[in-house]
C-alpha cells in the first residue's frame, strides 16, 4: 500500500469528510491512539501506517482548527434539523391522538386550570426527569397568567419501579384531593425518588396513608399507566418532559419538547388561542 498517496488524499479530504459529519476516523486518531482505524479487510493497515496517517491528521488540525469550528457548527445544525423533522412528525400524531391527548375527562389524567379553556396544555412528565423539575415552576406561574388555559397532567414514569411508585402515589393521591399538593413537592425534589421518600412526603401531606395503600391497589390504577404508556407510544416519544398545546377545537396544535422557557411556552400558546 502506498501510505504517501493515502496520506495525501487524506489530507486533500479531511475537511470535507469532517463537515460531512463522518469524524469518527478524526476523533479515533486524536483521541483514541491505540485504536485502529477501521477499514476494509483488503485495506488493513499496519501499526506503522496508522500511526503516520494519525501524524498526518494531527497535524493538519493543528494547522487548521478552523475545520473543528466548522464540524461543530455542521453538527449542531444536523441536530437541530434532526430535531425540528421529529417534533413535526410528533405533532402530526398528535392531530391524530388529539382526542386522547386533551381529554380532560380521562381517568388516566389530572386537569387544573380553566373549566371553560380556550387552550389546553397537557405534559407529560415523568417524577425522576429533571427536567421535567425545572418546567414546573414554569407551568405554575403560566397557570397564573392564563386564566383562560386548561392544563392536563399525564404522568408516564418509564424511569424504572421507584418512578412508577411516585407515578401511582400521586394519581391515588388525587381521590383525597392532595394531587397538585404532592405534585408540586416531588417537582421540587433535589435529587432522585424512592418509595420511602414518596410516601414521607404523602405523611407530610396529611395523605390518609390507609386509604392511599387501599387506592394503591386499584387495578385501575394500573390501567391508567398503561393507557399513559400506550399513547407515548403512539406518539413516538421518545423522552419527557412534553407538552402538547391546543386551541379549545383541537383545529391548532403546538409542540414543545425538552428543556424550555416560559417565553417559548407562552408563544406557543398565544399561536392556538
Not at 416519544?237 to 417559548?264: M, R
Request: hydrophobic share 45%.
Amino acid at each position: 500500500m502506498n501510505l504517501l498517496k493515502i496520506a495525501a488524499a487524506l489530507k486533500k479530504s479531511i475537511a470535507a469528510t469532517v463537515l460531512l459529519g463522518n469524524f469518527f476516523i478524526i476523533s479515533t486518531a486524536l483521541f483514541a491512539p491505540n485504536q485502529a482505524i477501521a477499514t476494509p479487510a483488503s485495506q488493513e493497515l499496519n501499526p506503522t501506517e496508522v500511526s503516520q496517517i494519525e501524524a498526518v491528521v494531527h497535524d493538519y488540525l493543528i494547522k487548521n482548527p478552523q475545520v473543528l469550528v466548522e464540524a461543530t457548527l455542521a453538527l449542531q445544525k444536523q441536530t437541530e434539523a434532526e430535531e425540528q423533522k421529529r417534533l413535526t412528525e410528533i405533532k402530526t400524531l398528535a392531530i391524530k391522538y388529539s382526542s386522547q391527548i386533551f381529554d380532560a375527562k380521562s381517568p388516566n389524567h389530572v386537569v387544573t386550570g380553566s373549566l371553560t379553556p380556550k387552550v389546553m396544555v397537557t405534559e407529560f412528565f415523568s417524577y425522576q426527569c429533571p427536567i421535567c423539575r425545572l418546567t414546573s415552576p414554569i407551568l405554575d406561574q403560566l397557570r397564573k397568567n392564563n386564566q383562560d388555559v386548561q392544563f392536563i397532567f399525564i404522568n408516564w414514569p418509564f424511569e424504572g419501579d421507584d418512578d412508577i411508585y411516585a407515578a401511582k402515589v400521586a394519581i391515588a393521591s388525587n381521590k383525597q384531593g392532595k394531587f397538585h399538593a404532592i405534585h408540586h413537592l416531588l417537582m421540587s425534589s433535589q435529587e432522585g425518588l424512592n418509595k420511602e421518600k414518596v410516601n414521607v412526603t404523602a405523611q407530610r401531606l396529611g395523605l390518609n396513608m390507609v386509604q392511599l395503600g387501599n387506592d394503591l391497589k386499584d387495578e385501575n390504577l394500573e390501567k391508567a399507566l398503561r393507557a399513559n404508556f400506550n399513547l407515548a407510544h403512539d406518539l413516538k416519544l421518545t423522552g419527557v418532559p412534553v407538552l402538547f398545546i391546543a386551541n379549545e377545537k383541537l383545529t391548532k396544535i403546538n409542540v414543545v419538547s425538552g428543556k424550555t422557557n416560559i417565553k417559548d411556552i407562552q408563544k406557543a400558546i398565544d399561536e392556538v388561542r
